[in-house]
């Protein structure tokens, strides 16, 4: 009996151990054969939170599997900077021509004669995503029952009529306000009720502005640095999207105020008054426009696109400077003037205080610095071409004036509203 128990144990035994290492190559074998991301999930020391990472890629798995182009975008949306990148070719060329009936005579530069148009076949191209042409339709259908206000001086009114001609692809607009000598003016797009002002405000706050037949200052100007400009203050909460812009005018003769009270001038020779930096105006102007955006309780969105940076070569716009060129230069090939350079440095720190303060107030207010990619196209400015043919009609002296400053239409500048429309629409 005992022999025949051994026996007995001794296989009960060897089954175990054979059932023991069987099972374990069994184990073995579905373990390897798992896909990478279970392994992952096994190895992983934090069960519990691992559990709902799985949990969220079933989910998204189980909703949407996109395309990688679609990831791409996804990516590129979350990371993208719009305003720093490149200017790239553009074979397609610009949405609307030279015929455009919105283009200012001085804008056409195609029609004014300008011979070259290969500044017109370049795109700007963000460095970590891709920026999509300019869509009128997506834009209007966006925008219906809304209404935009760009408020500046006369590149604000530039970037307007290059708003103006894209949305015109896909319908003309009515003109409800028409202010003499063209500088204000509102359209309106009845199949989206939508509305389109520019305001024309080249200092923000309140200026005694006297000109002659030409439109040019004949005395100093007075300016309030303590009040909102008539012209738009009191409109202003209308408006669903807003754009301030100012620059070069304050490099204008004027007599500054602060509550009514003469504070001093700037380059006012004849006038025994304290003489004061434009830089202390301009200052001021932003700080008192900016506080009082951010104090308004406006429930838009409020843009500051920072100065725009002029191309003048060899001189400037009274003592002949001209500008050339007839490419894109990349980054670091032409350095900021001075003097742009101060503008700038003053609005985005003025900006950058009130956007601070803005967010405590639930005020949506942003800084727009086309400056970068706008500082790379001295190609872009009318030149000569601000006047129709004008080598045909030279000065006593053989000199034509050369405009460095505005931008030619189509031109450069229709990229701002293909940043602006990716910021506005798709957020």
Same mark, same amino acid.
């Given at each position: 009996?005992?022999?025949?128990?051994?026996?007995?144990?001794?296989?009960?035994?060897? /089954?175990?151990?054979?059932? $023991?290492?069987?099972? $374990?190559?069994?184990?073995?074998?579905?373990?390897?054969?798992?896909?990478?991301?279970?392994?992952?999930?096994?190895?992983?020391?934090?069960?519990?939170?691992?559990?709902?990472?799985?949990?969220?890629?079933?989910?998204? %798995?189980?909703?949407?599997?996109?395309?990688?182009? !679609?990831? /791409?975008?996804?990516?590129?949306?979350?990371?993208? #900077?719009?305003?720093?990148?490149? =200017?790239?070719?553009?074979?397609?060329?610009?949405?609307?021509?030279?015929?455009?009936?919105?283009?200012?005579?001085?804008?056409?530069?195609?029609?004014? *004669?300008?011979?070259?148009?290969?500044?017109?076949? =370049?795109?700007?191209?963000?460095?970590?995503?891709?920026?999509?042409?300019? #869509?009128?339709?997506?834009?209007?259908?966006?925008?219906?029952?809304?209404?935009?206000?760009?408020?500046? !001086?006369?590149?604000?009114?530039?970037?307007?009529?290059?708003?103006?001609?894209?949305?015109?692809?896909?319908?003309?607009?009515?003109?409800?306000?028409?202010?003499?000598?063209?500088?204000?003016?509102?359209?309106?797009?009845?199949?989206?009720?939508?509305?389109?002002?520019?305001?024309?405000?080249?200092?923000?706050?309140?200026? !005694?502005?006297?000109? #002659?037949?030409?439109?040019?200052?004949?005395?100093?100007?007075?300016?309030?640095?303590?009040?909102?400009?008539?012209?738009?203050?009191?409109?202003?909460?209308?408006?669903?999207?807003?754009?301030?812009?100012?620059?070069? =005018?304050?490099?204008?003769?004027?007599?500054?105020?602060?509550?009514?009270?003469?504070?001093?001038?700037?380059?006012?020779?004849?006038?025994?008054?304290?003489?004061?930096?434009?830089?202390?105006?301009?200052?001021?102007?932003?700080?008192?426009?900016?506080?009082?955006?951010?104090?308004?309780?406006?429930?838009?969105?409020? $843009?500051?696109?920072?100065?725009?940076?002029?191309?003048?070569?060899? *001189?400037?716009?009274?003592?002949?400077?001209?500008?050339?060129?007839?490419?894109?230069?990349?980054?670091?090939?032409?350095?900021?003037?001075?003097?742009?350079?101060?503008?700038?440095?003053?609005?985005?720190?003025?900006?950058?205080?009130?956007?601070?303060?803005?967010?405590?107030?639930?005020?949506?207010?942003?800084?727009?610095?086309?400056?970068?990619?706008?500082?790379?196209?001295?190609?872009?400015?009318? *030149?000569?071409?601000?006047?129709?043919?004008? $080598?045909?009609?030279? !000065?006593?002296?053989?000199?034509?004036?050369?405009?460095?400053?505005?931008?030619?239409?189509?031109?450069?500048?229709?990229?701002?509203? #293909?940043?602006?429309?990716?910021?506005? %629409?798709?957020?």
């Amino acid at each position: 009996m005992r022999i025949d128990y051994l026996k007995h144990k001794s296989v009960i035994l060897k /089954l175990v151990v054979i059932t $023991f290492f069987f099972g $374990f190559a069994l184990k073995l074998i579905f373990f390897h054969s798992l896909p990478q991301k279970t392994l992952l999930v096994m190895e992983h020391p934090f069960h519990e939170k691992t559990t709902n990472v799985t949990e969220q890629q079933n989910t998204l %798995v189980s909703e949407h599997v996109p395309e990688i182009e !679609d990831q /791409l975008s996804y990516i590129n949306t979350e990371k993208c #900077d719009y305003l720093s990148g490149d =200017w790239v070719p553009n074979p397609k060329g610009p949405l609307y021509s030279e015929d455009c009936n919105h283009i200012e005579p001085y804008q056409n530069c195609l029609k004014n *004669g300008r011979p070259d148009r290969e500044f017109l076949y =370049w795109k700007w191209a963000p460095t970590n995503c891709d920026l999509p042409s300019f #869509d009128p339709h997506k834009f209007l259908n966006a925008m219906r029952n809304k209404a935009w206000a760009l408020i500046g !001086d006369s590149i604000t009114r530039n970037h307007v009529k290059s708003l103006m001609c894209m949305l015109s692809t896909v319908g003309q607009p009515i003109v409800l306000y028409e202010e003499k000598g063209f500088k204000s003016k509102t359209w309106h797009f009845p199949s989206y009720n939508f509305t389109l002002s520019v305001i024309w405000s080249p200092f923000l706050v309140e200026a !005694d502005i006297i000109e #002659d037949i030409n439109g040019v200052p004949n005395s100093e100007i007075e300016l309030h640095l303590d009040k909102l400009s008539s012209k738009w203050k009191n409109q202003f909460m209308n408006f669903d999207y807003i754009i301030l812009s100012c620059g070069k =005018w304050f490099l204008r003769s004027a007599i500054y105020y602060e509550n009514n009270t003469i504070l001093g001038c700037h380059s006012c020779p004849k006038r025994n008054l304290i003489e004061l930096e434009f830089t202390f105006a301009y200052r001021k102007a932003i700080k008192f426009v900016l506080n009082s955006m951010v104090s308004s309780n406006h429930k838009g969105m409020i $843009f500051y696109r920072t100065f725009t940076p002029d191309h003048f070569e060899n *001189g400037e716009w009274s003592n002949g400077g001209t500008c050339k060129r007839t490419k894109p230069v990349k980054e670091g090939e032409m350095e900021i003037k001075y003097l742009n350079k101060m503008l700038r440095d003053i609005e985005l720190k003025e900006v950058g205080n009130a956007v601070i303060e803005a967010s405590r107030n639930g005020v949506n207010l942003r800084v727009v610095d086309f400056v970068p990619l706008s500082l790379l196209r001295p190609d872009g400015h009318p *030149g000569p071409y601000r006047e129709f043919h004008p $080598f045909d009609k030279r !000065d006593k002296n053989g000199e034509v004036q050369n405009d460095c400053l505005h931008w030619c239409l189509p031109g450069p500048i229709d990229s701002w509203n #293909d940043i602006l429309m990716e910021m506005v %629409v798709n957020g």
